[in-house]
Antibody, heavy 129, light 111 residues
């Protein structure tokens, strides 16, 4: 059973780069056909999708964050990472990594993504000087 | 910012049926399947419904999803105390080269 675990600094200074890693255990990050995703949630607020990457390098990002975000995969370490540049207090949040699995749409029979079926426990990142 | 709109709260007594709405547009709910996530206090979200109306293994059948046009709904029948949580709808948005979007979230309270 695949498990995900986020790790990284809990405190980042304004204007610096936030860097987080998600370690995948119980399965290979290259197996099957998954995207590997990041989602965040400010305290007391809703979920915000950050982006995702496939092992081939195919990626999608939230347009509002795209200019500052990079997601990468390290197959040798079975982990993927998030880098968010030029952070401000507004980037303070719980950051989750998640696996995005393909599912079949019952209406069209086509396979589609954006099904986060396995989540890490989340890690809190505070942006403050 | 969320592009899928949900009511901030919903409530019911044990055994009642509660429905949560999710309003979107032609580029997201109108074009793609809808998922629902349940987030218990202090926990990570959990996939509750996928492909608009399918339940992952282990999700009770009292949770059901539906969609009509650019709106979707989650129904909880036979409400139980353990259902008290935040619920989020989600769908892929085909605009701007594609992006995932979540709903604003609904807090369900069991009275």
């Amino acid at each position: 059973q695949v498990q995900l675990q986020e790790s990284g600094p809990g405190l980042v200074k304004p204007s610096q780069t936030l860097s987080l890693t998600c370690s995948v255990s119980g399965g290979s990050i290259t197996s099957d056909s998954y995207y590997w995703s990041w989602i965040r949630q400010p305290a007391g607020k809703g979920l915000e999708w950050i982006g995702r990457m496939y092992v081939t390098g195919d990626s999608h990002y939230n347009p509002s964050l795209k200019s500052r975000v990079t997601i990468s995969i390290d197959t040798s370490k079975n982990q993927f990472s998030l880098k968010l540049g030029s952070v401000t207090a507004a980037d303070t949040a719980v950051y989750y990594c998640a696996r995005d699995a393909p599912q079949q749409d019952t209406l069209t029979q086509n396979y589609y993504y954006y099904n986060m079926d396995v989540w890490g426990q989340g890690t809190t990142v505070t942006v403050s000087s | 910012q969320s592009v899928l709109t949900q009511p901030p709260s919903a409530s019911g007594t044990p055994g009642q049926r509660v429905t949560i709405s999710c309003s979107g547009s032609s580029s997201n709910i109108g074009s793609n399947p809808v998922n629902w996530y349940q987030q218990l206090p202090g926990s990570a979200p959990k996939l509750l419904i996928y492909s608009t109306n399918q339940r992952p293994s282990g999700v009770p059948d009292r949770f059901s999803g539906s969609k009509s046009g650019t709106s979707a709904s989650l129904a909880i029948s036979g409400l139980q105390s353990e259902d008290e949580a935040d619920y989020y709808c989600a769908a892929w948005d085909d605009s701007l080269n594609g992006s995932g979007v979540f709903g604003t979230g609904t807090k369900v309270t069991v009275l």
